[in-house]
């Protein structure tokens, strides 16, 4: 040991006050990006929310349509259905006539009344086929209904996938934002 005496530490000033303006403007910018992260997700939250709301209305309108398009339809259906059955009715009732007629006239009296059977089995198949052509209508708008519907619930799902993975991007964001300020306070401490 030769009798030096140690010199005493040499403290940078000014070098420690740069580091902490540099901590102090990382924390700034970071708390930036954090609240435009914040801002940029409730935006996307807010867009996401409003076409959730428009496709749920262009949905349930579509199902309206679709439920009067099928009440017109079977109304119709009904409707044919009534007049056809009344004319086979009325048919049948000309058919016996004529037969009972035939029966004191003569053959051609007979002809007639296969004629009027004939017409009112084909007023019969036809309003049979109406009402099987309702069917298929009322089963196609069903269908429509139901994939409409599959497809809102499918972006309803993406909506509610985007806001939370928007959320979670936000809070690391945040959390991120808190560590390196525990750490330049630390740092400084």
């Known amino acids: 040991m030769t009798g030096k005496v140690p010199a005493e530490p040499s403290v940078d000033v000014e070098g420690s006050i740069g580091v902490f303006e540099e901590a102090v403007a990382r924390a700034e910018k970071l708390g930036k990006v954090a609240r435009e992260a914040a801002e940029a997700s409730t935006k996307t939250s807010q867009k996401a929310l409003s076409r959730a709301e428009r496709v749920s209305k262009e949905t349930e309108q579509a199902a309206e349509a679709a439920a009067r398009a099928a009440w017109e339809a079977v109304s119709k259906a009904e409707e044919i259905c009534k007049v056809a059955n009344e004319a086979a009715e009325a048919a049948a009732k000309a058919a ?57 619930e499918a972006t309803s799902k993406e909506i509610e996938e985007v806001t939370e993975t928007l959320v979670r991007a936000f809070e690391e964001a945040v959390s991120v934002a808190k560590a390196r300020a525990l750490k330049e306070k630390w740092l400084r401490g």
């Not at 084909?122 to 269908?143: G, L, M, P």
Request: proline letters at 0%.
């Open 96 to 152: 016996k006539e004529a037969l009972s007629r035939t029966e004191r006239i003569s053959r051609e009296a007979k002809e007639i009344a296969e004629a009027s059977m004939k017409t009112s089995q084909k007023a019969i198949s036809r309003a049979e086929k109406i009402s099987e052509e309702t069917k298929e209508a009322s089963e196609r708008a069903v269908r429509a209904f139901e994939e409409a519907l599959s497809k809102a």
